[in-house]
């Protein structure tokens, strides 16, 4: 019954990441996929893959926030009249 939840909240945190606009999208995308293969009954070699993706998906997200941690700051500050 854990996995279930884990997988749940870890791929609602994947959309969370897509729609944000400040993160990379398909750094969401990895991070929500890697849930389901590492919390289900797949097979070693699944849960190894799902594994890499979670460390690629918030490498990608630690390396974004560390190159540019006012991005979010920047993206209210430009005018949206174009």
Excluded: C
């Excluded at 609602?12 to 890697?34: C, D, E």
């Amino acid at each position: 019954m854990d996995f279930l939840a884990y997988s749940a909240g870890l791929i609602l945190f994947g959309v969370a990441i897509w729609r944000s606009g400040v993160l990379p999208r398909w750094a969401g995308v990895l991070v929500a996929i890697h849930a389901p293969l590492i919390s289900g009954l797949f097979t070693v070699g699944l849960s190894l893959v799902g594994v890499v993706l979670g460390l690629v998906g918030g490498g990608w997200i630690a390396l974004s926030v560390m190159r540019n941690p006012n991005a979010r700051m920047q993206t209210e500050a430009e005018p949206r009249v174009k």
